[in-house]
């Protein structure tokens, strides 16, 4: 198995191979939670957390656990650690538990965590597949925070709205009204704006990967470039 | 017999990861249950302070609670009322009343009514309206809900305590009228309800803690 560097690890989570935007995994609570910036944050972070932890013990174990059973073990170590999580935020975050509400549990349902525990941890060395649990997890909290973000400022006319949930008083007023007496653009904070939102990230992503794309080419085709 | 060995051990490691899972679920939950319990009741008490206020009170109102099962108050459900006295006295009940006509379901109430028969104040628990134009009932969105404190039976009188479309005198929403239909209907039932069995609600025995509770909700 050939190591993969570091940088590369993280270009991969974050850019190239991001989990919400090119492999298009956990798409059901990605697009239901963003309707805040603060809750797509929220989700983000559990969902890191989550990847982390199952990504190191998968890593771990990988060496003991036969090949036979390893989608059991993968399932418990998953199950176990966001239980943990849900448990503990319902502790200790109480309100933005009862914001997120049932997507804290349907993390274990997110595809990409299972699919990074077969597809990375279980062949690669502790540090190797922690880093990568790392750039996939943030990967995925940049799409939740992007459309959180997205989604708040063109259906409410806020940003950063009930940031105390997640950073108590400190952040009583770091709420943002960006408009002033914004009567809401309620496509944007149903279901369907999260669909079109998503999309146009989407879009903009391969825009951006296809200008990078042509930029060499065009260098080196110099002028016989097609007309 | 070298294949039964690894049928063996593979299913002791199996049986190991599901121990060691469990006995972490177990630790955590063990660990954080009082700081849950705690949270739980906090938002409860925060919900209440907003539908009557602490000054009105001296008893353990989160304690001192009553079942009452009413086909049209809890929508087939028991309703859960939180029974307010100063010194023994009687001042106010909170009604956990449920609007089962919503746009969306059911819509859950606090509604806080005092022994004049004079809403303290109305918050919803939960919903599930349309975000954006059902949910100006919650109290963070529009000052919609704080329109009925200071309201009676008589102001206005019940036949008018319904939303203006349907010859009342309280708003509905701009393209949204079935949501706040249901939620003052809702409140007059709740009114009605209290009206009539203002001594009963009031004069039974305050249970000591939750056991006494326990009891009158199993049926």
Request: hydrophobic content about 45%.
């Amino acid at each position: 198995m050939s190591e993969t560097s570091y940088p590369e690890i993280a270009r991969n989570g974050l850019w190239n191979n991001n989990p919400a935007l090119v492999q298009l995994l956990g798409l059901c609570p990605l697009l239901a939670v963003t309707t805040t910036f603060i809750n797509g944050l929220g989700l983000g972070i559990a969902t890191t957390l989550t990847l982390i932890i199952s990504n190191s013990v998968v890593s771990a174990i990988r060496k003991l656990v036969r090949p036979e059973v390893r989608i059991p073990v993968f399932v418990l170590v998953i199950a176990s650690t966001v239980t943990v999580i849900e448990i503990s935020m319902n502790a200790w975050f109480h309100e933005l538990y009862l914001i997120l509400g049932i997507f804290i549990p349907l993390i274990v349902t997110n595809c990409s965590i299972i699919g990074r525990a077969e597809a990375f941890a279980s062949k690669n060395r502790l540090r190797a597949a922690f880093t990568d649990g790392l750039a996939m997890g943030l990967g995925f909290t940049a799409v939740l925070v992007t459309l959180g973000a997205l989604r708040e400022i063109i259906g409410k006319g806020t940003l950063f709205a009930q940031s105390h949930l997640m950073f108590g008083e400190l952040a009583a007023n770091w709420s943002l009204t960006l408009i002033d007496d914004y009567r809401g653009f309620l496509l944007a904070v149903l279901p369907p704006g999260a669909f079109i939102g998503l999309g146009l990230i989407i879009a903009v992503k391969n825009l951006i990967d296809q200008r990078r794309a042509r930029r060499p080419v065009r260098a080196a085709a110099g002028e016989t470039a097609p007309a | 017999m070298s294949d039964y060995r690894h049928i063996l051990f593979t299913g002791v490691l199996l049986f190991a990861f599901a121990a060691i899972g469990t006995s972490m679920v177990a630790v955590t939950y063990e660990q954080s249950r009082e700081q849950i319990e705690r949270n739980e009741r906090q938002v409860l008490r925060r919900q209440l302070n907003q539908v009557i206020s602490p000054e009105r009170y001296d008893n353990n109102l989160l304690e001192d609670r009553i079942e009452i099962s009413d086909p049209g108050l809890g929508a087939g459900r028991p309703v859960t009322v939180y029974r307010a006295y100063m010194q023994e006295t009687p001042v106010a009940a909170v009604f956990t009343s449920v609007a089962p006509d919503g746009y969306n379901g059911s819509i859950r109430l606090l509604v806080g009514i005092d022994v004049n028969g004079i809403v303290t104040g109305v918050r919803v628990l939960s919903h599930r309206e349309t975000p954006g134009l059902g949910d100006a009932i919650e109290a963070g969105r529009s000052d919609w809900i704080e329109g009925f404190a200071g309201r009676s039976l008589g102001d206005p009188p019940v036949q008018r305590w319904r939303v203006r479309r349907d010859g009342g005198v309280f708003d509905q929403f701009t393209g949204a009228t079935i949501t706040p239909r249901a939620v003052v209907n809702a409140i007059r039932k709740t009114l009605l309800y209290f009206d009539e069995h203002q001594e009963e609600i009031l004069a039974r025995p305050a249970p000591d803690g939750a056991q006494a509770d326990e009891e009158t909700h199993d049926e």
